[in-house]
């Protein structure tokens, strides 16, 4: 505790009277003098005189709440001034109390009482706010390290789509794949299957994040034409080649997978499809993803589907498949419902027909100069931040073969 005043009489009662009390003292004559003292070493509370030649006690009193101190200083003022505006103006300048001379020993040490009440408080918000900063810190550079982390993720999960677009000469595939966050749970794709026939297939597991994109990356691995004796559309013959299974059952396999192998709460939908190059037929099987878009050549967008159950929610799931047949110029996309589900600034949703809308205000455009056109116009509709969910889609462009190809 710093005694200030200018009388050394006034100052030797006020430190006698708090030593008795057991408060450790040390004595200043003038406000220069206390401010030194306050440099020299930490001092809880001040008890000063108002009226002091050179710096008066609320002067002190000011530059006490200047000085860049590590804790706070209760401030008691000794006045004999009793007017309201005196104890208002005191207040205003960072006094904590007042305390009228001639004092009051018991008072004195009430008043010093209340204000170490208020240190402690002091002292223990501090404690806590500076576990918090060190806790804040913490968590700081462990989110850097998840996000670096998930940077590398998102790389890895793009590298997934090895190939965005090739020729068939018959037809031409396109792929986009946006995730919302840094990674998602969309996979979109496609694979020789067989002489003349492509498999093309637009999935997405449920949830978003970490476990989503995991899930993609081990299923991206059983429809890939990288390894064939893996992929679970491909089966061997008699003759040694890899064939294509039935759509069908590839969904069924995939169904069978995730509940005896895999194991997971997550589960998937999909559209998996096989082209066949020359006659611009596609056997379909539906698992509870979008009705699939078919863009035909006269401008027209129709939606065909059959709903289905989504992989890996039930053991006994039937998987129903049917065809179309694509003409040369006919267009045939595989979407996720980022598309059809984003909303728009009054809340509603893109929806199928919006959808069909934005397909042919594009349809000028081919391949990824189409998909860069659709996501910008979904973001201009969306006027939002971020979208939602992940985007994807797997388009087919069909241009048919011999004198019908569409050049």
């Known amino acids: 505790m710093?005694?200030?005043?200018?009388?050394?009489?006034?100052?030797?009662?006020?430190?006698?009277?708090?030593?008795?009390?057991?408060?450790?003292?040390i004595e200043a004559g003038s406000g220069q003098d206390a401010l030194d003292c306050l440099t020299a070493e930490p001092v809880d509370l001040i008890l000063s005189d108002w009226m002091m030649p050179g710096m008066d006690g609320l002067e002190l009193c000011a530059h006490v709440r200047a000085l860049p101190l590590e804790n706070y200083v209760y401030f008691i003022l000794l006045t004999s001034k009793n007017e309201k505006g005196a104890v208002a103006h005191g207040l205003e300048q960072g006094a904590d109390d007042f305390l009228n001379k001639p004092f009051n020993s018991v008072e004195l040490r009430a008043r010093i009482k209340a204000g170490a009440r208020i240190l402690k408080m002091e002292r223990e918000l501090s404690d806590k706010n500076r576990l918090i900063t060190s806790t804040l810190n913490?968590?700081?550079?462990?989110?850097?390290?998840?996000?670096?982390?998930?940077?590398?993720?998102?790389?890895?999960q793009q590298s997934l789509v090895r190939e965005r677009y090739r020729d068939f000469r018959e037809a031409e595939i396109s792929l986009l794949l946006k995730p919302s966050g840094h990674v998602g749970?969309?996979?979109?794709?496609?694979?020789?299957?067989?002489?003349?026939?492509?498999?093309?297939?637009?999935?997405?597991?449920?949830?978003?994040?970490?476990?989503?994109?995991l899930m993609t990356a081990?299923?991206?691995?059983?429809?890939?034409?990288?390894?064939?004796?893996?992929?679970?559309?491909?089966?061997?013959?008699?003759?040694?080649?890899?064939?294509?299974?039935?759509?069908?059952?590839?969904?069924?396999?995939?169904?069978?997978?995730?509940?005896?192998?895999?194991?997971?709460?997550?589960?998937?939908?999909?559209?998996f499809g096989y082209l066949d190059l020359a006659s611009g037929r596609v056997d379909i099987v539906q698992c509870g993803h979008p009705n699939p878009a078919l863009f035909r050549a006269d401008g027209t967008v129709e939606y065909d589907g059959v709903g289905g159950l989504p992989i890996g929610l039930f053991e006994d799931a039937a998987y129903a498949q049917w065809s179309l047949n694509l003409m040369p110029g006919d267009r045939l996309l595989f979407y996720s419902d980022g598309f059809?589900?984003?909303?728009?600034?009054?809340?509603?949703?893109?929806?199928?027909?919006?959808?069909?809308?934005?397909?042919?205000?594009?349809?000028?455009?081919?391949?990824?100069?189409?998909?860069?056109?659709?996501?910008?116009?979904?973001?201009?509709?969306?006027?939002?931040?971020?979208?939602?969910?992940?985007?994807?889609?797997?388009?087919?462009e069909y241009r048919g073969t011999g004198q019908n190809r569409l050049k």
């Open 218 to 271: 081990r299923l991206a691995g059983y429809l890939s034409d990288g390894a064939p004796e893996q992929n679970i559309a491909l089966e061997r013959g008699e003759d040694g080649r890899y064939h294509a299974r039935p759509p069908a059952e590839v969904a069924r396999l995939l169904n069978a997978l995730m509940l005896d192998e895999m194991k997971s709460d997550l589960y998937f939908t999909i559209v």
């Open 340 to 396: 059809t589900e984003c909303t728009g600034a009054s809340g509603e949703m893109l929806e199928e027909d919006g959808f069909a809308r934005l397909i042919r205000k594009n349809a000028d455009l081919t391949a990824n100069a189409f998909f860069e056109a659709l996501v910008w116009d979904l973001d201009t509709f969306h006027t939002g931040k971020d979208f939602a969910d992940d985007l994807s889609c797997a388009m087919i």
């Open 138 to 156: 913490e968590i700081s550079a462990l989110y850097d390290a998840v996000d670096r982390d998930l940077v590398e993720a998102r790389k890895m």
């Open 2 to 25: 710093l005694v200030v005043d200018d009388s050394r009489a006034q100052r030797r009662v006020l430190s006698a009277s708090l030593s008795r009390q057991g408060f450790d003292v």
């Open 185 to 213: 749970g969309d996979l979109v794709g496609f694979f020789c299957a067989g002489e003349g026939r492509v498999a093309v297939y637009s999935m997405d597991v449920s949830g978003h994040g970490i476990a989503s994109a």
